[in-house]
């Protein structure tokens, strides 16, 4: 594709990808403060130079090694450990930090040598549609929390919902919901998982 880019698409991170499955890695209860902090994988937009579609623009999303699913909106969770129990204690933490209103989900992406790298994660809140047809509501939430297990990066003080049930079938893919979902506002996703960024600094203190 010819194109005037704005960044380069190969390696775009600046450091090696790590396949988990065949690396030995030592975790601690507060290692995954800084996963997702600045780490959303950014798309930019590509313009076309000539051509039959001279001008152009499409977005493009930088490539992720060794891409894998941690969990979904459904309450679906892949149940290892590792990386995979990070990202299910990072979704528990968005419901305690921001006081039961957001569920942080559908978390997937790429391990890297110092972190990981997130792309297209899924907004539950208790306005279902809130943040597009992904965004469950209260059903969501409550599902989510059906199927969770605190692992050993869940802090016991953290909350969660006293009473769960499984209102949807947990499913690897992504569940979408049309019914009574207001307009999306896509942009309202970005800025939610902004302050959710915030306030992870803010209860760590980095």
């Known amino acids: 594709m010819h194109g005037t880019r704005r960044k380069r698409s190969i390696n775009p991170f ?3 990808p790590i396949d988990h499955k065949r690396t030995s890695l030592k975790l601690t209860p507060l290692d995954f403060h800084d996963l997702f902090l600045g780490r959303l994988n950014m798309p930019t937009v590509w313009t076309f130079n000539g051509g039959p579609r001279d001008g152009q623009k499409v977005l493009h999303e930088p ?25 299910q204690a990072l979704s528990h933490f968005s419901y305690h930090k921001s006081g039961g ?4 989900c559908d978390l997937q992406g790429g391990i890297y040598a110092d972190g990981a790298i997130l792309t297209d994660p899924v907004i539950l809140s208790r306005e279902k549609g809130r943040y597009g047809v992904t965004d469950l509501g209260p059903a969501g939430i409550t599902s989510f929390f059906h199927q969770h297990k605190c692992n050993k990066y869940c802090r016991s003080s953290w909350t969660r919902p006293r009473v769960t049930k499984s209102v949807y079938t947990p499913v ?9 979902t207001r307009k999306s506002k896509p942009y309202q996703t970005d800025l939610c998982v902004s302050a959710l960024a915030d306030l992870f600094e803010e209860d760590y203190g980095y």
Do not use: C, Y
């Open 101 to 104: 209103q957001v569920v942080l």
């Open 14 to 16: 600046g450091r090696p």
């Open 63 to 87: 490539f992720i090694a060794n891409w894998e699913k941690f969990n979904s909106n459904s309450g679906w969770n892949s149940g290892k450990g590792g990386w995979h129990a990070v990202m």
């Open 172 to 180: 690897k893919g992504t569940t979408m919901d049309h019914i009574g």
